[in-house]
């Protein structure tokens, strides 16, 4: 039982860990969501500064390549970040039911343990209940110890 309770007891953190890894990687997402919007707003000012004159067209073309460089980094890592988000879903899926496994087992083990201390005291009570009726059946007879006191 005890290397059951070991073993939730790991599942139980590893469960908590991918569960702090989850929200880790959900406030980086997050965060990749709020760079790409703010690029997407540069990209749209550099278009608009473009369309005024034939040198800013030059220097916001350069600044929306850059941008769209970072658009697809970002959406690089947010494809990436989201991989992570599913395979630690998915982890932390199998680590459940991991502990519902062991749960399970440990709730067999507990109903197992009572059987036996049930057993065990219903034994007890009989070996008690036997030894009273000896008892008596020896304190009822007094002639045995007169035979038994005569023999020596």
């Not at 932390?92 to 502990?99: F, L």
């Not at 008892?135 to 009822?140: A, Y």
């Amino acid at each position: 039982m005890e290397s059951l309770r070991r073993r939730l007891e790991a599942s139980g953190k590893a469960n908590n860990e991918l569960k702090s890894e989850v929200e880790t990687l959900r406030e980086q997402l997050t965060q990749s969501s709020e760079k790409l919007d703010a690029a997407e707003k540069k990209a749209t000012t550099a278009e608009q500064k473009a369309t005024s004159t034939e040198q800013k067209l030059t220097a916001a073309e350069k600044k929306q390549k850059e941008s769209d460089a970072t658009i697809e980094r970002l959406v690089e890592r947010e494809m990436a970040l989201e991989k992570q988000v599913g395979e630690a879903q998915r982890r932390t899926a199998e680590v459940e039911k991991e502990k519902q496994a062991v749960e399970a087992e440990l709730a067999t083990w507990k109903a197992k343990y009572k059987d036996v201390v049930k057993q065990g005291k219903g034994a007890i009570l009989g070996t008690e209940e036997a030894l009273k009726a000896q008892i008596k059946i020896v304190f009822s007879r007094p002639w045995r110890f007169k035979i038994i006191g005569s023999c020596k």
